[in-house]
């Protein structure tokens, strides 16, 4: 029988069928940290599985840096300018390209998409309806998100799935249905110089140069014409790599965790029909439901910090240059925060879920754009006079980053 001490988070097979729910819960009942070991190149890493703890490590950036890179591979010092976005910069560069976003992304400026979302997530639903059997995933929660990411972007709805099918590539790099090289295969090497190790990366950066040829000095509102002509508050426009690296970090980001988010959240509601039927019959309880959806969903497991010095923390001894990473998702389900964490109650109030982050300079950027797509998404798909079965298993990404859904078959009962 395997113990706590020889157990490593670096093994995907605890990932197969969703979250290791039962792993984290030990892992918060254990004192100190957890040291995870991996395999060659990259090294063993400790893990933050406390709400607590992962809170204190994402406001103190100085010992706890993004700058050494964000994800479990050890990114080559050599390819770490090419490889850097706004997600593996600190201090004050982090401040300036983060300030030049979110004027975007802030909840007024998001609120004025809501006609144009309303509009989208009604020929969304209707399309998927009308077919009676299908694939929620396809259908649904891919469609929806990237047609929103299309419109930000200025680009035609006709590359929507061609922003899909890059996304898969890159974000399940540990999954052989979707990489087209696994992560930790030799065949990567070749890649290491771009984000994922993913030749979809390289294919992304190459449609955002387009475009931005395209666009650059023509006085466009896009967040596209926003990365090639704007000039961040330290007054250094953005080199071509971090042009790269943003805009394929855009594509990413606001695609994937919306996508998984509004699929766990259909799931849910269909293992807790009373909690439908709550929203069902009020549906102002929505807005606040969605602080729940994120919670339970809890998309993204983990992000990675390197230490700067040498520190105890946690009851734990770390060394300058190891790695620490914060488990999001068992945050999310520490009962120290959350009374009853395996609860699915969409009138939990407070309920201070850490599925952004939570506090600290990366807070995520588009959390009010997620929000506003969640709440509408529901309140389209609840407010409709039907009633969605599952046909089939739920089919989960093979990997320890992204809490994601492949498939999840459904018909109109």
Known sequence: MSTMTDLTLADLDLFANGAPWGVFDELRATPGLHYSTEEAPNSGFWSATRYHDIVRILRDTETFTSTKFTNLEEVDPDMQDQRRSLLETDGLRHRALRRMLQGEFTPQAVAKYETFLRGITAKTVDAALAKKEFDFVDEVSADFPIRVLAR????????????????????????????????????????????????????????????AAERRGKGGTDLITLLADGVPSDG???????????????????????????????????????????????????????????????????????????????????????????????????DTVFDDPYRFDVTRNPNEHMSFGRGGPHMCLGNALARIEL???FEELLSRDITLERTGDIDYLRSN?????????VRVA
């Open 236 to 334: 250094q426009p953005l080199s071509e790599h971090e042009f790269n690296t943003n805009f394929l970090l855009l594509v990413v980001a606001g695609n994937e965790t919306t996508r998984h988010t509004i699929t766990h959240s259909m799931s849910n509601l269909l293992n807790n029909p009373e909690q439908m039927a709550l929203l069902k019959n009020d549906p102002s309880l929505i807005p606040w439901a969605v602080e729940e959806f994120l919670r339970y969903a809890s998309p993204v497991y983990h992000f990675r910090r390197t230490v700067t010095r040498d520190t105890e923390f946690s009851d734990t001894q770390l060394s300058e240059g190891e790695k620490l990473v914060v488990w999001f998702a068992s945050g999310n389900r520490d």
């Open 401 to 409: 980053f992204v809490h994601g859904i492949k498939r999840m078959p």
């Open 375 to 377: 709440r509408i998404m």
């Open 152 to 211: 930000l972007l200025g680009v035609p709805d006709s590359d929507t799935g061609q922003l899909i099918e890059w996304g898969n590539r890159m974000v399940g790099n540990t999954d052989p249905e979707h990489a087209d090289v696994l992560i930790g295969s030799s065949d990567s090497d070749e890649y290491r110089h771009v984000p994922f190790r993913s030749p979809a990366a390289i294919e992304v950066y190459e449609y955002g140069r387009h475009l």
